[in-house]
């Protein structure tokens, strides 16, 4: 079984509609990490967490939400979808507990489509 | 600001030849190093890091970097590209206690 794994793997919505992401691990990290990806832009941090207590927003937290359930789970909600947030989303993990260093591990990644 | 700049949007080899992809970094320190690769439909994959030591870095696929801090670089090497290397590579970089930041990526073709 994959390590780091994302539900679901591809998604088609409309403006307006709830979304929830989901990534859960079994790798035993404490870091976790959402992406989006868009052609020509590369990956962009949206949220990230250092431990389940820990939630802080990266460089393009407006309009998404995450909920971190337990070290192995980690969401991402966007409360009202909208066109642009049409992108390939990842999920990553990264060791923490004071590893030397932030080698991150990717999920499969998440295409949402929102019409 | 802290930033990772990949100056090639696109490059296409001839299979066989040698590629070089570059990377170059704004910190106020030197950050970890990583270069990534996404093949069409996947996720990406860690080749190589950098962290400190060997400036000249082996990767998984035949893949090298080298560390060059007067540069503020991290240049992805292979000495003959296979068709299968066609991917997106991206550059990451960070230090301790941060998240990465990437680079926008460069696109690889392997023409016959």
């Known amino acids: 079984d994959a390590d780091v794994t994302q539900t679901p793997r591809n998604r088609i919505t409309k403006t307006g509609k709830r979304i929830m992401l989901e990534c859960s691990q079994t790798k035993g990290h404490d870091r976790m990490y959402w992406y989006r990806q868009d052609p020509g832009l590369g990956l962009r941090l949206i949220y990230y967490s250092f431990d389940v207590k820990d939630i802080n927003k990266g460089e393009i937290s407006d309009g998404y939400s995450v909920s971190r359930q337990a070290q192995a789970k980690f969401s991402l909600s966007l409360e009202s979808a909208i066109p642009n947030q049409t992108a390939l989303y990842f999920c990553a993990t990264s060791i923490g507990r004071g590893g030397l260093y932030d080698e991150q591990f990717f999920g499969p990644g998440t295409r949402l489509t929102v019409l | 600001a802290q930033s990772v700049t990949q100056p090639d949007i696109h490059i296409t080899v001839s299979e066989g030849a040698s590629l070089e992809l570059r990377c170059n970094y704004s910190?106020?320190?030197?950050?970890?190093l990583f270069w990534y690769v996404q093949s069409p439909g996947q996720g990406l994959q860690l080749l190589l890091k950098y962290f400190s030591g060997d400036t000249l870095v082996q990767g998984i696929k035949g893949f090298e970097a080298e560390f060059k801090r007067s540069q503020s670089s991290f240049n992805l090497r292979k000495p003959s590209v296979h068709w299968s290397d066609a991917a997106e590579y991206f550059c990451a970089a960070s230090q301790a206690g941060t998240a990465l930041i990437f680079g926008k990526g460069t696109t690889l073709s392997v023409s016959s």
């Open positions: 910190y106020g320190a030197t950050p970890y």
